[in-house]
């Protein structure tokens, strides 16, 4: 059975950062695009951040652009999201996403409907 689960969500102080982590079992995705999305209280869901299978090239949402950082480990078959200087309207339950399909190129994809497995999410909660 093919499972992402996220870790790494709790409740933490305005300014701090956060590390969250994403495993995958069931089926390797080393070749795989990855990403993480988020969706805030009310708020529709909407991406975070994207990274190709190479772990070289990676695109961030504005609201998180310079203060994010996504990274990959294929023979661990992890994903990883590490947030710095966080405020409230970080506040929201993030998910691991992963394509299906296996790439050749490094290709980037930013769209809900690209993405084929997902976790169940971690919830991260800023207090101001």
């Known amino acids: 059975q093919v499972q992402l689960v996220e870790s790494g969500g709790g409740l933490v102080q305005a300014g701090e950062s956060l590390r969250l982590s994403c495993a995958a079992s069931g089926r390797t995705f080393s070749r795989n695009a990855m990403a993480w999305f988020r969706q805030a209280p009310g708020k529709e869901r909407a991406l975070v951040a994207a990274?190709?299978?190479?772990?070289?090239?990676?695109y961030y949402a504005d609201p998180v652009k310079g203060r994010a950082t996504i990274s990959r480990d294929g023979a661990k078959n992890t994903v990883s999201l590490e947030m710095n200087s966080l405020n409230p309207e970080d506040t929201a339950v993030y998910y691991c996403?992963?394509?299906?399909?296996?790439?050749?190129?490094?290709?980037?994809?930013?769209?809900?409907?690209?993405?084929?497995?997902w976790g169940q999410g971690t919830r991260v909660t800023v207090s101001s």
């Open positions: 990274i190709g299978w190479k772990g070289t090239t990676t």
């Open positions: 996403a992963a394509r299906g399909s296996p790439s050749v190129d490094s290709w980037l994809f930013t769209r809900e409907n690209e993405y084929d497995y």
